[in-house]
């Protein structure tokens, strides 16, 4: 009986200390949270800007060219802003000129990545911020816009390149947002209420590009989940 007892007060030192640990990670933890939750806060005052590393890209091997501040607004998605959704477009025109029109503040319209016929990318605006890509307030808010070099009448535009690195990109953005890879989630322009423009066009291949996304999300997955973008 003098083993047992000693054993369930062994047992009872060691739910206590078990407790006691368990309480003072608790409140660790709870104290992150709140630390976190506080900067959130803090980022969406008026007046605030979270800060941002000049130069720094959402998507590795992206060259970054900066858009015009007058072709975007500054965001904290997805806290403020939920992502649930791609946008693709199509320029109707080369990169050059699709780069040269979103550093126009006149232009008033820009979207955040552009991938050329070689499949090389530009990001013009981070995934943190709203672009002006859409023409629609809502669909801006809540997705990330990918244009493509070429036009909406000339299929030898979209080239091999292009598909396999447009659907890396987007395979990366579903991940890191939780995006359904579907046609409800990745849609055309065309598809945004409210606008008048035909872009990606019919000779835009959506169950070639669907085929890709979700073949690139699961090599993707295999080297690991892709983290949310910081402000810097």
């Not at 009872?12 to 949270?33: K, M, P, S, W, Y």
């Not at 946008?87 to 029109?101: N, R, Y």
């Not at 990745?186 to 008048?196: K, L, M, N, Y």
Request: net charge negative; glycine share 12%.
């Amino acid at each position: 009986m003098g083993a047992k007892g000693a054993s369930e007060d062994g047992d009872r030192r060691i739910g206590r200390r078990a407790l006691i640990v368990g309480g003072l990670a608790a409140a660790a933890g709870t104290a992150a949270l709140a630390r976190d939750e506080l900067a959130r806060l803090w980022w969406r005052l008026p007046g605030v800007e979270k800060p941002r590393t000049p130069g720094e890209v959402d998507f590795t091997g992206a060259r970054w060219v900066a858009a015009s501040d007058a072709n975007w607004r500054g965001a904290d998605r997805p806290d403020d802003f939920g992502v649930d959704m791609v946008v693709v477009h199509v320029t109707q025109g080369s990169l050059d000129s699709a780069v040269k029109a979103f550093q126009n503040p006149g232009h008033k319209a820009a979207a955040h990545y552009i991938v050329g016929k070689d499949g090389r990318i530009t990001q013009m605006i981070r995934e943190l911020d709203v672009a002006y890509h859409a023409g629609n307030r809502d669909y801006n808010e809540r997705s990330v816009g990918i244009e493509h070099e070429g036009f909406v009448d000339r299929p030898e535009d979209f080239t091999d390149e292009m598909y396999a690195a447009s659907a890396r990109l987007t395979a990366r953005i579903c991940a890191r947002y939780e995006i359904p890879v579907d046609r409800e989630h990745i849609i055309g322009h065309v598809e945004v209420p409210g606008t008048d423009h035909t872009d990606p066009g019919p000779h835009w291949d959506w169950d070639r590009y669907l085929n890709l996304v979700r073949r690139a999300g699961t090599a993707q997955a295999g080297l690991g989940r892709t983290p949310a973008p910081t402000g810097g």
